[in-house]
């Protein structure tokens, strides 16, 4: 029987959404499983064939687990708000609200074209404000509490109003930008400005003043994945470190909490390893260290305070404040030469170069409190405002970069005499260090020593010991226009939240997408964007009198906003009261499995994880945690294609003469290969570029043939291949089964188009196990105890697969399973209806429609998935060697069961060994059950 894969395909995906088989139900009894995959970026270029491998892994799953009877939860959404769209829009006047639902729509169809069980039903996206209206909120709310570390949690910011109005901030213990001291009476009798301002202090969502990556040429904050050896990412435009006011969240308030519930999750270890590094938690003391000639104190963060006998320089970060009142007037223009220097590099520009230190000298001089030894300052890139406090104390014979910048500038290395060698470092050069007795601390284990150490820098009342964390409050500010608007407006420059009545706030309409020409960011160009706060409404920005109508926040949402809690989102996506119904997140708690790259380690994983814990303190939900199992997906790899051009000719020639020429190596579009071999259309390339339309080529065997490698995926390399041209050929179901086929789920592999045909071959064997030529063939006859066999093999063996998420073995063990049956001729019932669920999580066009020939009206979606039957591997013979005299001559098959009398008795009839013996009687018969038998004559 031919196998039309297209009329299959086309014909379940038709019946499947009209009859909306995905459709997930919120009332069951049927227990629920969430499985979810990262939320997908609509980009214009569309799908390419590594982009699904993630989705069939998770749909594999998703149709295992409805198998198994389980209620699941697989939707599909679009994290659509981004800068691509913002600057298209820029450049074609186009709104990004167009590109983006013409993008959606073609990823959509070709999600649908692969046959992704996803409950369309369900989707969202954060360019909606029907979404982004909750992502809105959660900004309201997070405004609207504050950290109590007491009881470890956030708090509505009503609380500690009271707490202000009863004892002011004494004994108050809560995350807080800066130590603040009052009295309740001060409060009681502050202005409504002091204490908005005192309360933004606290605020889990805050404004303040922060270092950002400003990029001019984008008009926009950047964060630091979207900056690249110091241009951004997209358009290469350069990147300077700026101050700037910025809504920031107070992510650090949960910097512990995230770390210690690493441990409860089922994630990678790389993956949970890389957001331990990110916290980045360090246990030490803080220490001030008084400015010569000044009042000014320089406090540092260090984990090694034992090692202060050692430092002899301080270098700040070039952002620190005290930088500026510090540095001598002698000192200023080599200073501020240095500081503009470094506003061009990102802070992880700054982090990864190791090796290069550079820096300038304040002119200004601390004393060290231990050695009483006065101490030049510097500034240098290699110290972070964001880390600590933005100063150190170099003790050069202790620290890499430390001795590197003393060795550069020529300052004194000391190296600390310990006893004990977990504290006695060896110096980097000991030739050129100086070596100093820290006194009280000798013999002193390293443990014993650091609290020594602090308790004496507490006795001195110069510092404490503290804990400290790498990771920085998270930037939220956005100087763009496709963002969610941030729900606040400006009384007296004080920033008030929206009543939630009022939203969404939805995006205004613009003339231009770029700054104001006073560089305001593009919301500024708004007509009506003014709130009311008389008539609680949005009106005309010249209306704006600062009384009764005043100016709403300019800046947008960050990317990370919405994609930080959409997965709560697909719970209840159609309510309007509540961002999700409390008893709809109680049953389906958190996502159960979710698959996506590695890249959003430190980014939406974590943010994820920030919001989920914000959420479960305020009551909204009840889990911790937002994903139970994670998964990182590898990468498919594009098989490059290459040409040979002549250098200083138009003249290309073919891969195996290229070595007697000197050759310049140009990637080609794969898609001018000559199908799927590696010749190339040489018509087709000289078409495909202007400059290439007069080229002349040498060939081998009339052929040109290139040379090929295996590359990341991506348009720059040409090696892109479209997953809808290998549906059109192939078929969904080959391309769902190859990506599998092609390796473990975890690791990066290559993608060989010639590949397919092999898996294609399997479909056509598999579709004709049940025709006979072009009749449909199927025999209600009992199964043979060998076709058991072999389907209860199969059952085993992808049941553990599925578990184990090593689906290419998987894809494996079907295709021996189809040539078994096919060599057997089975056309049995129990047999085809049985292996048409197996293979349909993997295939589920071909299955479905079969399933239908076998004489079903309902989807095979929701069959039970076979039991394993262990009774089915049970062998009820062996085939025993028979040797004599150790030399194995035939084998001789006899019941299991035999005792070693009845084996011996059955062996000695066998006309072989009678013929063998030759009337001869046997020595020993050495019989191991189920094992050998041995006639030693």
């Given at each position: 029987?031919?196998?039309?894969h297209?009329?299959?395909e086309k014909?379940?995906q038709?019946?499947?959404?009209?009859?909306?088989?995905?459709?997930?139900?919120n009332t069951?009894?049927?227990?629920?499983f969430?499985?979810l995959?990262?939320?997908?970026?609509?980009s214009?270029?569309g799908l390419h064939v590594?982009?699904?491998l993630?989705?069939?892994?998770?749909?594999?799953?998703a149709?295992?687990?409805r198998?198994?009877g389980?209620?699941v939860l697989?939707?599909?959404?679009y994290?659509s708000?981004?800068?691509?769209?913002?600057q298209?829009?820029?450049q074609?006047?186009t709104h990004?609200?167009?590109?983006?639902e013409?993008?959606?729509?073609?990823?959509e169809?070709?999600?649908?074209?692969?046959?992704?069980?996803?409950?369309w039903?369900r989707?969202?996206?954060?360019?909606d404000?029907?979404?982004?209206?909750w992502?809105?909120?959660?900004?309201?709310?997070?405004f609207?509490?504050w950290?109590?570390k007491t009881?470890?949690k956030a708090?509505?910011i009503?609380?500690l109003i009271?707490?202000?109005?009863?004892n002011?901030?004494?004994?108050l213990?809560a995350?807080q930008?800066e130590?603040?001291?009052?009295?309740?009476?001060e409060w009681?009798?502050?202005s409504?400005?002091d204490?908005?301002d005192?309360l933004?202090?606290y605020?889990l969502a805050?404004r303040?003043?922060?270092?950002?990556?400003?990029?001019p040429?984008?008009?926009?904050?950047l964060a630091?994945d979207e900056?690249k050896?110091?241009?951004?990412e997209?358009?290469?435009?350069p990147?300077f470190?700026?101050?700037m006011m910025?809504?920031?969240?107070r992510i650090?308030?949960?910097?512990?909490?995230?770390?210690?519930a690493?441990?409860h999750?089922d994630?990678?270890q790389?993956?949970?390893?890389?957001?331990?590094?990110?916290?980045?938690?360090?246990v030490?003391?803080?220490?001030d260290?008084?400015?010569?000639?000044?009042d000014a104190?320089?406090?540092?963060?260090?984990?090694r305070?034992?090692?202060?006998?050692g430092?002899?320089?301080?270098?700040?970060?070039?952002?620190n404040?005290?930088?500026?009142?510090?540095?001598?007037?002698?000192?200023?223009?080599?200073?501020?030469?240095?500081?503009?220097?470094?506003?061009?590099k990102t802070?992880r520009?700054?982090m990864?170069?190791?090796k290069n230190v550079?820096g300038?000298?304040?002119?200004?001089y601390a004393m060290?409190?231990?050695?009483?030894?006065?101490?030049?300052?510097?500034?240098?890139?290699?110290?972070?405002?964001?880390?600590g406090?933005g100063?150190?104390m170099?003790v050069?014979?202790?620290?890499?970069?430390?001795?590197?910048?003393a060795?550069?500038?020529?300052l004194?290395?000391?190296?600390?005499?310990?006893?004990?060698?977990?504290?006695?470092e060896?110096?980097?050069?000991?030739?050129?260090?100086?070596?100093?007795?820290?006194?009280?601390?000798?013999g002193?284990?390293?443990?014993?020593?650091?609290?020594a150490?602090?308790?004496k820098?507490?006795?001195?009342?110069?510092?404490h010991g503290?804990?400290?964390?790498?990771?920085?409050?998270?930037?939220?500010s956005?100087?763009r226009?496709?963002?969610?608007?941030?729900p606040?407006y400006y009384?007296?420059?004080?920033p008030y939240?929206l009543?939630i009545?009022?939203l969404?706030l939805?995006?205004?309409?613009?003339?231009?997408?770029?700054?104001t020409e006073?560089?305001?960011?593009?919301?500024?160009?708004a007509k009506?964007?003014a709130?009311?706060?008389?008539?609680?409404e949005i009106?005309?920005?010249?209306l704006?009198d600062?009384?009764?109508?005043?100016?709403?926040?300019?800046?947008t949402?960050p990317?990370w906003?919405?994609?930080?809690?959409?997965?709560?989102?697909y719970?209840?996506?159609?309510?309007d009261?509540v961002?999700?119904e409390?008893?709809?997140?109680?049953?389906?708690?958190q996502?159960?499995?979710?698959i996506?790259?590695?890249?959003?380690a430190t980014?939406?994983?974590?943010y994820?994880?920030?919001?989920n814990?914000?959420?479960?303190?305020r009551?909204?939900?009840?889990?911790?945690e937002p994903?139970?199992?994670l998964i990182?997906?590898?990468?498919?790899?594009g098989m490059?294609?290459f040409?040979?051009r002549?250098?200083g000719?138009?003249?290309?020639v073919?891969?195996?003469?290229?070595?007697?020429h000197?050759?310049?190596?140009?990637?080609v579009?794969?898609s001018?290969?000559?199908?799927t071999t590696?010749e190339?259309?040489i018509e087709?390339?000289?078409?495909w570029r202007p400059?290439?339309a007069d080229?002349e080529?040498i060939?081998?065997?009339?052929k040109?043939?290139?040379?090929r490698e295996?590359?990341k995926?991506s348009k720059?390399k040409y090696?892109?291949?479209n997953?809808?041209?290998?549906c059109?050929?192939?078929?969904?179901?080959?391309?769902?089964?190859?990506e599998?086929?092609?390796?473990p789920?975890e690791q990066?592999?290559?993608?060989?188009t010639?590949?397919?045909?092999?898996?294609?071959g399997?479909?056509?064997?598999?579709?004709?196990l049940?025709?006979?030529g072009?009749?449909?063939?199927?025999?209600?006859?009992?199964p043979?105890?060998?076709?058991?066999?072999i389907?209860?093999t199969?059952?085993?063996?992808?049941v553990?697969?599925?578990?184990n998420?090593?689906?290419?073995?998987?894809?494996?063990?079907f295709?021996?399973?189809v040539?078994?049956?096919?060599k057997l001729?089975?056309n049995?019932?129990k047999i085809?209806?049985?292996?048409?669920?197996v293979?349909?999580p993997?295939?589920?066009?071909?299955?479905?429609?079969?399933?239908?020939?076998?004489?079903?009206s309902?989807?095979i979606?929701?069959?039970?998935?076979?039991?394993?039957e262990?009774?089915y591997?049970?062998?009820?013979?062996?085939?025993y060697?028979?040797s004599?005299?150790?030399k194995?001559?035939?084998?001789?098959?006899?019941?299991?069961?035999?005792?070693?009398a009845?084996?011996?008795?059955?062996?000695l009839?066998?006309?072989?060994?009678?013929?063998?013996l030759?009337g001869?009687?046997?020595?020993?018969i050495?019989?191991?059950q189920k094992?050998?038998v041995?006639?030693v004559?």
């Amino acid at each position: 029987m031919f196998y039309d894969h297209q009329s299959i395909e086309k014909k379940w995906q038709k019946f499947w959404h009209e009859n909306q088989t995905f459709r997930t139900e919120n009332t069951t009894e049927k227990p629920k499983f969430y499985v979810l995959d990262m939320f997908p970026y609509p980009s214009g270029a569309g799908l390419h064939v590594g982009h699904p491998l993630g989705y069939i892994a998770s749909d594999i799953y998703a149709r295992y687990k409805r198998h198994k009877g389980f209620n699941v939860l697989h939707p599909v959404g679009y994290d659509s708000f981004g800068l691509p769209a913002e600057q298209y829009a820029i450049q074609t006047g186009t709104h990004p609200a167009v590109t983006t639902e013409q993008n959606i729509t073609r990823y959509e169809e070709q999600l649908r074209k692969i046959g992704f069980s996803f409950d369309w039903s369900r989707e969202v996206r954060t360019s909606d404000p029907s979404y982004y209206k909750w992502t809105q909120w959660i900004f309201i709310e997070l405004f609207n509490s504050w950290y109590n570390k007491t009881t470890d949690k956030a708090e509505p910011i009503s609380s500690l109003i009271e707490y202000f109005e009863q004892n002011g901030s004494q004994n108050l213990y809560a995350t807080q930008t800066e130590e603040l001291n009052f009295t309740a009476e001060e409060w009681n009798t502050a202005s409504e400005l002091d204490k908005q301002d005192i309360l933004l202090n606290y605020r889990l969502a805050y404004r303040a003043e922060t270092t950002v990556n400003w990029c001019p040429g984008l008009g926009t904050v950047l964060a630091n994945d979207e900056v690249k050896d110091g241009k951004s990412e997209r358009g290469g435009f350069p990147v300077f470190q700026k101050k700037m006011m910025q809504w920031s969240m107070r992510i650090t308030a949960y910097s512990e909490r995230l770390l210690q519930a690493l441990q409860h999750i089922d994630w990678p270890q790389p993956l949970k390893d890389a957001q331990e590094y990110w916290i980045g938690k360090s246990v030490g003391a803080k220490v001030d260290f008084k400015v010569d000639g000044s009042d000014a104190n320089i406090s540092v963060f260090t984990t090694r305070p034992d090692t202060i006998f050692g430092a002899t320089f301080m270098v700040l970060a070039p952002e620190n404040p005290l930088v500026e009142a510090l540095t001598a007037a002698a000192n200023k223009a080599e200073v501020e030469k240095y500081i503009l220097k470094t506003s061009k590099k990102t802070e992880r520009d700054r982090m990864a170069d190791v090796k290069n230190v550079s820096g300038a000298f304040t002119g200004a001089y601390a004393m060290n409190p231990f050695t009483q030894q006065k101490m030049k300052v510097y500034i240098s890139d290699y110290v972070l405002m964001g880390y600590g406090t933005g100063a150190v104390m170099a003790v050069p014979a202790h620290d890499e970069r430390d001795h590197r910048f003393a060795k550069k500038f020529g300052l004194e290395i000391r190296n600390v005499i310990k006893n004990d060698q977990d504290i006695n470092e060896a110096s980097f050069d000991s030739k050129d260090s100086v070596c100093v007795n820290s006194g009280f601390l000798d013999g002193l284990n390293f443990n014993d020593a650091k609290k020594a150490i602090i308790q004496k820098i507490e006795e001195l009342g110069i510092g404490h010991g503290t804990t400290n964390y790498r990771q920085r409050d998270a930037i939220f500010s956005r100087q763009r226009y496709w963002g969610e608007p941030v729900p606040v407006y400006y009384k007296d420059g004080m920033p008030y939240t929206l009543p939630i009545s009022a939203l969404p706030l939805e995006l205004p309409e613009v003339e231009k997408y770029l700054p104001t020409e006073d560089g305001d960011p593009p919301l500024g160009n708004a007509k009506t964007f003014a709130w009311n706060e008389a008539t609680q409404e949005i009106v005309d920005t010249d209306l704006i009198d600062n009384l009764t109508i005043f100016p709403l926040e300019l800046s947008t949402m960050p990317g990370w906003a919405g994609s930080s809690w959409y997965f709560l989102r697909y719970m209840d996506p159609e309510n309007d009261e509540v961002f999700t119904e409390k008893d709809l997140s109680d049953y389906w708690g958190q996502v159960d499995l979710y698959i996506g790259g590695s890249e959003h380690a430190t980014g939406h994983l974590l943010y994820s994880r920030f919001w989920n814990m914000f959420l479960k303190d305020r009551g909204y939900i009840n889990n911790d945690e937002p994903f139970k199992k994670l998964i990182n997906q590898g990468m498919i790899l594009g098989m490059s294609a290459f040409v040979y051009r002549i250098e200083g000719s138009n003249k290309f020639v073919s891969k195996n003469a290229a070595q007697e020429h000197q050759t310049q190596k140009i990637h080609v579009d794969v898609s001018l290969l000559k199908g799927t071999t590696d010749e190339l259309d040489i018509e087709k390339f000289k078409n495909w570029r202007p400059e290439f339309a007069d080229a002349e080529f040498i060939l081998e065997d009339g052929k040109y043939i290139c040379e090929r490698e295996v590359e990341k995926m991506s348009k720059s390399k040409y090696n892109v291949v479209n997953p809808d041209d290998i549906c059109e050929e192939y078929g969904a179901d080959c391309l769902r089964l190859y990506e599998m086929f092609l390796g473990p789920l975890e690791q990066s592999k290559p993608w060989n188009t010639q590949g397919l045909s092999g898996v294609y071959g399997f479909l056509k064997k598999f579709y004709n196990l049940y025709f006979d030529g072009d009749s449909f063939n199927v025999s209600d006859e009992e199964p043979t105890k060998e076709e058991y066999k072999i389907l209860h093999t199969l059952i085993k063996k992808v049941v553990s697969d599925i578990d184990n998420f090593s689906f290419n073995t998987s894809v494996s063990s079907f295709m021996i399973a189809v040539n078994e049956y096919q060599k057997l001729k089975t056309n049995k019932r129990k047999i085809l209806e049985a292996l048409a669920i197996v293979v349909s999580p993997y295939a589920p066009h071909i299955c479905e429609d079969l399933w239908s020939r076998l004489g079903h009206s309902t989807s095979i979606e929701f069959e039970n998935f076979p039991e394993f039957e262990e009774k089915y591997l049970v062998e009820d013979e062996f085939e025993y060697p028979v040797s004599f005299n150790g030399k194995m001559k035939f084998k001789l098959s006899l019941p299991s069961d035999l005792s070693v009398a009845q084996i011996e008795e059955n062996v000695l009839k066998d006309e072989r060994v009678i013929k063998q013996l030759a009337g001869n009687t046997p020595k020993k018969i050495i019989v191991v059950q189920k094992k050998i038998v041995n006639i030693v004559s």
